[in-house]
């Protein structure tokens, strides 16, 4: 069956990077295309961006200069690097497959800026 | 960037209540819009796509319409396993999710 999961650390440092896995299984990174979707504590569901079949990738305008989507496909796995973080990009992270829409999720993971 | 407008931002309902969530698309999207349901702690739970079409195992007391910029989202007969949050996402151009409707009951 379909699955995704997300990994990472759980607090980060402002200014600083934060990196996320997403890591797949029960179908191919190749012929489906994997998002991310973030949720402020307490606040509503934002797109961050996705990684298409074909390996292209697309942003959310809002966070497009700090943000890179990447993928194993060998590992079946989805990366997330968004740079210069704030206490503003304290969420929820989920990785999620487009269904269409987004059918499949993952469970997230709680990601703190704070020093 | 499509924006969409969701309201109300809550609901009170009592059991066995009709109940109504409208969207609004700052331009035509097409019928692309979906609902979400989504409980705390837990992802959001695909309930219709395509403005009406129910996903599998969602309830036929949920339902959806609309065209153009304007849809709504109704619950008939409210159960308690209905409380939570309502999310609608647009996909006819990237995405944007509205602001969500936090259901209670009263």
């Known amino acids: 069956q379909v699955q995704l999961k997300e990994s990472g650390p759980g607090l980060v440092q402002p200014s600083q990077t934060l990196s996320l896995t997403c890591t797949v299984s029960?179908?191919?990174?190749?012929?489906?295309?994997v998002h991310w979707v973030r949720q402020p504590p307490g606040k509503g569901l934002e797109w961050v961006g996705a990684i298409w079949s074909g390996g292209s990738t697309d942003y959310n305008s809002a966070l497009k200069s700090r943000l890179s989507i990447s993928r194993d496909t060998s590992k079946s796995q989805v990366f997330l690097k968004m740079n210069s973080l704030q206490t503003e990009d304290t969420a929820i992270y989920f990785c999620?497959?487009?269904?269409?829409?987004?059918?499949?999720w993952g469970q997230g993971t709680l990601v703190t800026v704070s020093s | 960037d499509i924006q969409m407008t969701q309201s109300p931002p809550s609901l009170s309902a009592s059991l066995g209540d009709k109940v109504t969530i409208t969207c609004q698309a700052s331009q035509n999207i097409n019928k692309y819009i979906a609902w979400y349901q989504q409980k705390p702690g837990k992802a959001p739970r695909l309930l219709i796509r395509y403005t009406s079409t129910l996903e599998s195992g969602t309830p036929s007391r949920f339902s959806g319409s609309g065209s153009g910029r304007d849809y709504s989202f109704s619950i008939s007969n409210v159960e308690s396993e209905d409380i939570a949050s309502y999310y609608c996402l647009q996909y006819d151009n990237l995405y944007t999710f509205g602001a969500g409707t936090k259901l209670e009951l009263k």
């Open positions: 999620t497959r487009w269904g269409p829409p987004f059918a499949y």
């Open positions: 029960g179908f191919s990174l190749t012929s489906n295309s």
